[in-house]
């Protein structure tokens, strides 16, 4: 066997070794209430100092002036043109969306919504999915449990509303996230280690 080939495996076999014994970051819950860029509430995600950009978008009936995107002590919020409620994200007049992206992909896990009720409810989309519906009756936090995120948009639902029309208004408070487990260390540790005794094997026989 050359002994390019067993260098080879033996660099992959430590590699597989860092990667199992690497210690996952701890989630961190983002405060949007205060501005927090994620490394305040539990300092490095996957590897480094999280942050993050926002944007927002309102569209419908009177929201011809743009959007933008309002902070309060209850959280981030959406101020169509214009809005009854510029401090929260409501589904009238029209829909306001909220946009966060994150500096790289992050397991999403969960996110908790200011000034929630048992009416709200709402849809969420990121960069792997279409919008998904959540609620009525929620509870802080909800789960996502999504990998591999890098953006995600909320808006109000207005879904079964009725006589409630216009009721979903919330802000978005806080978002927890961590980094993206890293896939199958324990295979490729095995595989290495394998690969290394079918060499010794062949040698053996030789």
């Known amino acids: 066997m050359k002994l390019s080939a067993l ?26 209430a205060s501005g927090d860029d994620g490394t305040a509430a539990g300092g490095n995600v996957a590897g480094g100092p999280l942050t993050y950009t926002l944007s927002a978008a309102a569209t419908g009936f009177l929201n011809g002036g743009g959007a933008s995107v309002t902070q309060s002590s209850n959280g981030l919020g959406v101020n169509g043109s214009p809005d009854l409620q510029p401090y929260q994200i409501d589904s009238i007049p029209g829909s306001e969306v909220l946009t966060v992206t994150f500096s790289w992909a992050v397991k999403l896990l969960d996110i908790s919504l200011g000034l929630l009720n048992g009416w709200d409810d709402f849809e969420i989309a990121t960069n792997n999915t279409g919008y998904t519906h959540y609620g009525p009756n929620l509870v802080n936090p909800i789960s996502i449990g999504e990998n591999y995120v890098t953006w995600f948009s909320i ?33 490729l540790l095995m595989g290495a280690l394998g690969g290394l005794a079918a060499l010794r094997r062949r040698k053996n026989l030789a």
Do not use: Y
Not at 7 to 32: H, N, R, W
Not at 167 to 184: H, I, K, Q, W
């Open 155 to 187: 808006r109000a639902s207005g879904d079964g509303e009725r006589w409630r029309l216009g009721n979903d208004a919330f802000t978005l408070a806080t978002a927890s996230v961590a980094a993206v487990p890293v896939p199958a260390a324990g295979f």
């Open 7 to 32: 260098k080879g495996l033996a660099g992959a076999t430590a590699m597989a070794v860092v990667l199992a014994a690497a210690p996952q970051a701890s989630a961190t819950t983002i405060d949007f």
